[in-house]
C-alpha cells in the first residue's frame, strides 16, 4: 500500500511508514527479501517524495551492508542496480553542465503517466553501499555489485557528460570538447556547477573501483578478472561512442584516476594492462614458434624439437591468460585437463584458428578484427569440446583491445592535443598527451602508426619553433615538450630501425 502509485498513506501516515520501514531489519529472511521489493517498488512509483525516498535509501543501504543473508545482499544489489540503470535523466537539462546556476528539481508533483524514476532518486549512499560489496568475501556478490556499478556510470555520467562530443561526430568541435574537460577536470570549474559536484560524488569514483578489483587475481577470482577485462573494453567506454568521444571519455577518467587518494586504482589499470601486454607478446611468439614447427620436415629431430618449443610458448601463454573456469577445485586431475585443452589447442587443424588470434595478437588491431575473432574462434573450437571454447573465447578477450583504449582512441588523442594546443589550451593539451603517455606505457605498437607518429613529429617540430614566449612559459608550466618527447621515444622502440629513420 505504500509503494501503490495511487496511494498516499505514506504521506499522511508518516508514523506507520517509518515503523514500516524498520520491518526490513526483520529476523524473518522472507519478510527482508518483501521490504527490499517494496523499498525498490516504493522508489519507482513515489520518486517525486523526495523526503520519503531518501528514508527508503538509507534502509536499502542498511541492508546492503548489515544484513547477513547473502540471498537478501544480491537481491537488493541486482534489484538497486537494475533500477538505477534503467533511470531517466530528466531531472539534468541539456544546460545543466554549463549554466552555473542549473539545479535538479525538487519538485513534490508526481511525474505524469511516468513511473521509472529518476536517476536523482538514488541517494550517492545508497550506491557507495553497493560498491561495500565489491569487497564481500562472496565471488558473485562482488560481480554483481562491480557489474551494475560500472553499467550505471556509463549510463548516467560518462554518456551524460558526452553527450555534446558525441552529437558533433569525430570532427567534433574543439570548443565544445575544451568546454566539456575543463567543467570535469578543473577542480575551479567544478565548483561552480552543482550538476558536476552531484555526479561526480555519485558516479565519478565508480572507474576507481572497477581498477581495485584488477586486486582480485586469477589465483583468487578468475570469473571477476575476465568480468572486469569485458566492462572495462565493453561498459566504461562502449563501442558505440565516437573515437573522439572515446578519447575526451579516456581524458577524463584517467584525470580522475590519478587525484590524490586514487593512486592505487591507477596502478591496477596500468597492471591489468601490462598483463594484456604481455599476453599479447607470449601469443604473438606462440603462434611464430607454431608456424616454425610446421616448416619442419614431418617426424624428423627438428620438427620435435620445434614442436616442444611452441608447446612451451603455450604455456606461457596460458599463464598469462584465463585458467579453467568451472572446474572443480576438489578435481585433482585439473592441471591435466589444461594440459589436455593447450593439447587439442595446439594440434587443431584449423589453421584459421590462428590466423584469427594472429590479428588480435597486436594492440593495433581493428574493432572489427577483434569482432570477427569473437564471433569466429567460437565456432571454428566447438570440435575441442566446451572447456576448450571457454579458454580460447577467454584468451580472445584478454588479447583484444577494447573501446576503452585502442590504435583509433590514441590516434584521437593526438589529434585532439594538437587542436587544444592550437585552440591556446596547453591544459587539456597535456590532458590527452598523458593519456597517450599512460597507454603506451603498455602498448608503445598504439602511438607508432603511420599517422599518429606523423602527427606526433609534426607537433613537437611546431612546440619546439613556431611559439610566442607567452606560449613557451605555459607548455614549460604543462610539460608539452617533454610528453611529446617521452611518447616519441617509446612508440619509437617498438618500430623497425628503417621505419624510424625515414621518419626523420
Request: hydrophobic letters at 40%; aromatic letters at 6%; proline letters at 3%.
Amino acid at each position: 500500500l505504500f509503494a501503490a502509485r495511487s496511494s498516499n498513506i505514506a504521506v499522511k501516515f508518516r508514523i506507520c511508514f517509518s515503523q514500516w520501514l524498520r520491518r526490513s531489519a526483520d529476523t524473518e529472511q522472507k519478510i527482508r527479501e518483501t521490504m527490499v521489493k517494496g523499498l525498490v517498488s516504493f522508489l519507482t512509483n513515489k520518486s517525486h517524495e523526495t523526503d520519503l525516498c531518501q528514508d527508503v535509501n538509507e534502509s536499502l543501504a542498511t541492508i546492503l551492508t548489515k544484513d547477513p543473508s547473502l540471498d537478501v545482499r544480491l537481491l537488493a544489489i541486482r534489484q538497486v542496480c537494475e533500477l538505477a540503470h534503467n533511470a531517466t535523466n530528466d531531472a539534468i537539462s541539456d544546460t545543466a553542465a554549463t549554466t552555473p546556476s542549473a539545479t535538479t528539481s525538487n519538485t513534490t508533483t508526481p511525474p505524469s503517466r511516468t513511473y521509472t524514476p529518476d536517476i536523482s532518486v538514488f541517494s550517492a549512499e545508497l550506491l557507495l553501499a553497493v560498491a561495500n560489496r565489491v569487497s564481500s568475501k562472496n565471488k558473485i556478490e562482488r560481480r554483481d555489485a562491480i557489474t551494475g556499478l560500472a553499467q550505471i556510470f556509463h549510463k548516467h555520467y560518462i554518456r551524460k557528460i558526452l553527450r555534446h562530443v558525441q552529437d558533433g561526430g569525430d570532427d567534433c568541435d574543439i570548443e565544445v570538447i575544451l568546454r566539456v574537460l575543463h567543467e570535469h577536470c578543473s577542480e575551479e570549474q567544478i565548483k561552480k556547477y552543482k550538476f558536476v559536484v552531484e555526479a561526480e560524488e555519485k558516479f565519478g569514483w565508480i572507474p576507481q573501483k572497477v581498477f581495485e578489483c584488477v586486486y582480485f587475481s586469477d589465483a583468487t577470482d578468475p570469473e571477476l578478472r575476465n568480468r572486469i577485462y569485458q566492462i572495462v573494453d565493453d561498459v566504461l567506454l562502449d563501442g558505440g561512442l565516437t573515437a573522439t568521444s572515446r578519447a575526451v571519455g579516456l581524458a577524463i577518467i584517467l584525470h580522475g584516476l590519478k587525484k590524490k587518494g586514487k593512486e592505487n586504482a591507477f596502478k591496477w589499470m596500468c597492471a591489468l594492462f601490462s598483463q594484456r601486454s604481455q599476453l599479447q607478446r607470449a601469443l604473438g611468439l606462440y603462434l611464430d614458434a607454431r608456424v616454425k614447427a610446421k616448416g619442419c620436415e614431418a617426424g624428423s629431430a627438428e620438427a620435435f624439437t620445434a614442436d616442444a618449443e611452441a608447446m612451451e610458448k603455450l604455456e606461457v601463454v596460458a599463464s598469462l591468460s584465463s585458467p579453467l573456469v568451472g572446474i572443480s577445485s576438489s578435481n585433482s586431475d585439473s592441471s591435466a585437463d589444461m594440459s589436455s585443452v593447450l593439447k587439442r589447442f595446439h594440434t587443431a587443424k584449423d589453421k584459421h584458428i590462428f590466423r584469427i588470434l594472429s590479428t588480435i595478437a597486436s594492440p593495433t588491431h581493428s574493432p572489427s578484427a577483434r569482432k570477427r575473432a569473437f564471433d569466429e574462434l567460437p565456432k571454428r573450437t566447438k570440435g575441442m569440446g566446451a572447456v576448450s571454447v571457454a579458454w580460447t573465447k577467454a584468451l580472445a578477450r584478454r588479447c583484444s583491445m577494447g573501446a576503452f583504449v585502442n590504435f583509433e582512441s590514441i590516434e584521437h588523442c593526438i589529434i585532439l592535443a594538437q587542436e587544444s594546443f592550437e585552440a591556446n589550451d596547453c591544459k587539456v593539451s597535456s590532458l590527452f598527451l598523458t593519456c597517450v603517455k599512460t597507454m603506451i606505457a603498455s602498448f608503445p605498437a598504439l602511438a607508432a602508426t603511420k599517422e599518429s607518429f606523423k602527427n606526433l613529429v609534426e607537433f613537437l617540430e611546431v612546440v619546439r619553433t613556431d611559439v610566442t614566449p607567452e606560449a613557451k612559459k605555459e607548455l614549460e608550466e604543462y610539460g608539452i615538450v617533454t610528453l611529446i618527447s617521452d611518447i616519441l621515444a617509446k612508440s619509437a622502440s617498438s618500430m623497425p630501425a628503417s621505419d624510424v629513420g625515414g621518419k626523420g
